[in-house]
């Protein structure tokens, strides 16, 4: 009997597909979860810098009104 013949050829290609396919649903689902990571941290970035220019510009205008503490 010889090792390649027609029925290891057939579950070879069926145990090909299948690998294939699995490999093709992980990739898939690592590239959406780094997708939803990435998406969560590029959207903190932005948040903070505004948060930090609101604060910044408070601070910088409540400055502005109130009189000299000296006089």
């Known amino acids: 009997m010889s090792i390649v013949n027609r029925r290891n050829a057939m ?16 990739a898939r689902a690592a590239a959406h979860a780094e997708q939803g990571k990435r998406r969560k941290r590029l959207l903190i970035v932005p948040l903070l810098a ?7 510009f408070w601070r910088h205008n409540s400055d502005d009104g ?6």
């Open 11 to 26: 579950l070879g290609w069926m145990t090909w597909t299948a690998a294939k396919q699995i490999a093709a649903r992980k």
């Open 66 to 71: 109130a009189p000299p503490a000296g006089e």
């Open 50 to 56: 505004a948060a930090g220019a609101v604060l910044f």
